[in-house]
């Protein structure tokens, strides 16, 4: 028999909340509400938060935000936040540390710089956290997170914990080939010996070159689009720039002057907006290039 969230309450008392405004939990600063919000501490309380609602809702887990457009409508699911005990960091060996998905990319990062192990250095221009990252092998300057990845810790809507090893995951491009059932707890990643300083000038040289090409400070939610490897040669905001005026706006979601795949809450735009600028230069780039688009944005309708 389905439940009634509402009953959960007294159970799970401070940390789920019906009617939950999503509006300030993402970068670009536009969303609704969710039906239920759920902030799990730690791993005992979400296995018992997924068993009682026995997979019958919607459920959407939410990092950092940073790369997620939300519906003004209210989400007809629960939003899972994943804290606290998530959040952790630990040094397994000389080169192998285990992450929770919770850890944002940046503190990943710093922490591999402060023990002396390189290959983490691109991590500290991803804005978003291990567990969104693993999910979409995200990456940046010909580095990904399937080239540090060991494994991944992970459970599943019906509560059951699973380790799969990265050499049985699919990677692609901006995917990992996981199910969308699967709801990241933690990740073990390996680097290699270097020196500390070292890593601080590579890091510091990436975040300069980051800084001359990507928008910085504004309510952005990071490259749009996928760029179309299997349909073109050319990079997505090279097709962007040869089909769209980038003065194009509506109401208040604007394409980037700086970085053409970036698109823009410059105040209070809607998701209406924003869907409205998305779907007018996918369908721009089609028309002029032939290239269908596909977005690196997770829409939550």
Known sequence: MKINIKELIPEFSNNLK??????KKNWFNIGGKTKAFF???NLKELI?????IQNYEKIFVLGA???????????DGVVIKLTNNFNNITLLKEEI???GSAVTDKSLSEFAMENSIGGFEFLSCIPGTIGGGIKMNAGCFNREFKDILISIQAINKSGQIITVPSKDMNFKYRDSGLSDDLIFLSASFKGNKKDKNIIKNEIQSLKERKELAQPTKIKTSGSTFKNPIDQSDKKVWQLIKESVSLNKSFGDACISQKHCNFFVNKGNA?????KKLIDFVSESVFKKTGVKLET???ILE
């Open 18 to 23: 019906l009617d939950y405004d999503l509006k």
């Open 39 to 41: 902030k799990a501490d």
């Open 48 to 52: 018992n938060f997924l068993k009682k």
């Open 65 to 75: 935000g940073s790369n997620t457009l939300i519906t003004d409508k209210q989400f």
């Open 97 to 99: 540390i285990i992450a």
């Open 270 to 274: 809607k998701f209406e907006d924003m």
């Open 296 to 298: 690196e944005i997770k």
